[in-house]
């Protein structure tokens, strides 16, 4: 039987003296696409760049394929899981196409440069993200949209087995929004990848994402699949506002009661 692509055993998470998550036991295939939801400050961020081996867990272990981040190695990881954070630093100039560029960084030797395959890599990524045509820009003068879809080009560029995207909504309107969402489930299905995405809009979550997390804060969580977490009770209890369901026809969604 083949091992998970992520999975956690006990996991906890916490930041000084408060416990945001607790003794979490999750396993994500190729294929899956995990949802996390909770309240600002519930630990999202950091439960993902936990997940990412960029923070030491406060207990529990954390594999790959059925093997920690230590006994894959930095480089050997870097090819499996691809990380993105809310923030895009870019403390030099560079243009679209050499900022994708740097998802290839893994794949090549220590003193090899980028060739044509993966410029060609590059250039298709940027096309999957609706940037093609703009590879020459300097990327200091992209909006804030267009900024956050070359940071999702550069990690399709990278082409990892699992993505952890952080907010990857921010500074998208919704048709790229949707686009996004539609790009990853498109992915999760043909390449079996596996995608874990914090994201702070519950129905697009519940279209989206056949698996969702959600964190209370407090160390307590639940997760399952999201037509059976994803509900008024349990979202009401999340975010501490009523909330209540409505469907029209086979759809549902959620609004404050």
């Known amino acids: ?55 030491q867990a406060s207990a529990g272990g954390i594999e790959l394929l059925g093997k920690t981040y230590a006994a894959h190695g930095p480089r ?17 100039p560079a243009s679209v196409l050499e900022t994708a560029l740097i998802g290839r960084h893994p794949h090549l030797g220590r003193w090899a440069w980028e060739g044509s395959a993966d410029e060609r890599i590059a250039r298709d990524a940027l096309a999957a993200v609706g940037l093609a045509g703009l590879e020459e820009r300097e990327v200091h003068t992209l909006s804030g949209g267009e900024r956050q879809r070359l940071g999702i080009a550069t990690l399709l560029a990278q082409q990892p087995s699992l993505y952890l995207l952080d907010e990857p909504l921010a500074h998208l309107d919704l048709a790229h929004q949707i686009a996004m969402l539609e790009l990853a489930t498109r992915y999760a299905a043909q390449c079996r990848a596996g995608f874990v995405i914090v994201l702070h809009d519950m129905n697009l979550a519940r279209r989206y994402c056949r698996r969702a997390l959600l964190l ?31 469907k029209d026809g086979d759809a549902r969604y959620f609004v404050a009661a």
């Open 1 to 55: 039987m083949n091992a998970p692509l992520l999975s956690t055993n006990g996991l906890d998470v916490a930041v000084g003296d408060r416990m945001l998550v607790r003794g979490l036991d999750l396993s994500l295939n190729g294929g899956d696409t995990l949802a996390i939801l909770g309240r600002n400050g519930s630990g999202k961020t950091t439960l993902l760049t936990t997940l990412a081996g960029l923070r």
């Open 76 to 92: 050997a990881a870097a090819r499996l899981r691809g990380l993105l954070t809310q923030t895009q630093s870019d403390a030099f």
């Open 216 to 246: 209370f804060g407090d160390g307590s969580w639940r997760e399952g699949a999201s037509e059976e977490v994803l509900n008024a009770e349990n979202l009401s209890a999340l975010y501490g506002q009523p909330l209540r369901e409505l």
